[in-house]
């Protein structure tokens, strides 16, 4: 069974518009991690950010921004004023025990000038 | 994070032979993993490399096919053997710098086609 779902396979926004990538996970642990990793065309995976299953404050850096919601086993991550080195595909990731990764299938960004 | 490279950054072979992927870190880490990425596709666990001892593989991948090593805390292998048209993809390895629930930060990645 998925255990991460990224529904939205891509999207193309405008620069400058704000684009919302929906993840929603499913676990039984009461304890676990989500992460956002971003892979350029270059192909590294960059990370962005990690969250435990005990916050759920929304953090924001920069222009990223990110909604945890236990209630509906959601993480979505919101990029706002989009520029064009934004264009990469983004990945949703779940850490259950023994630190290994459960990845989405990934959402591919692109941002035209 | 630590900085961590790979070599080769890509490969072109011919099926039937076999690659040897390296990955080094600059610092000590506790977990190192690898990962492989089809194209156009997402990453999928292939083993844990544990220091001193055996591979942990993941369901549908075995050490016949994808030996690893792990000699040290910094340094870690993986073989592709015997390689087919379908082992065309990018094949990454990460770390973990703590515990099991620490953060993992990705190598470059190596692609490899496989002709």
């Known amino acids: 069974a998925q255990k991460v779902t990224q529904a939205q396979t891509e999207i193309s926004v405008v620069e400058k518009e704000d684009v919302t990538l929906d993840c929603v996970y499913e676990?039984?642990?009461?304890?676990?991690?989500l992460f956002w990793y971003k892979q350029p065309p270059s192909g590294e995976l960059v990370f962005l950010i990690r969250?435990?299953?005990?916050?759920?404050q929304n953090e924001i850096s920069g222009r990223y921004s990110w909604n945890f919601q236990k209630s509906t086993s959601s993480f979505n991550f919101t990029i706002t004023a989009s520029q064009v080195v934004d264009s990469a595909v983004y990945f949703c990731?779940?850490?259950?025990?023994?630190?290994?990764?459960?990845f989405g299938a990934g959402t591919t960004v692109t941002v035209r000038a | 994070s630590a900085v961590i490279s790979q070599k080769p950054s890509r490969d072109i072979c011919q099926r039937g032979t076999s690659l040897t992927i390296q990955c080094q870190v600059d610092?000590?880490?506790?977990?190192m993993f690898w990962y492989r990425q089809q194209p156009g596709q997402s990453l999928t666990l292939i083993a844990t490399?544990?220091?001193?001892?055996?591979?942990?593989?993941e369901s549908g991948f075995v050490i016949d096919k994808f030996p690893i090593s792990r000699p040290n805390l910094t340094f870690s292998t993986l073989t592709v053997s015997n390689m087919s048209p379908e082992d065309s993809s990018i094949y990454l390895c990460?770390?973990?710098?703590?515990?099991?629930?620490?953060?993992?930060?990705f190598g470059p990645g190596t692609r490899l086609t496989v002709l």
């Open positions: 990460s770390v973990g710098m703590g515990g099991s629930t620490d953060t993992q930060y």
């Open positions: 676990t039984r642990d009461t304890t676990y991690y």
């Open positions: 969250r435990n299953s005990f916050d759920e």
């Open positions: 990731a779940l850490s259950e025990e023994g630190n290994k990764l459960s």
């Open positions: 610092s000590q880490v506790t977990m």
């Open positions: 490399a544990n220091q001193g001892s055996e591979a942990t593989y």
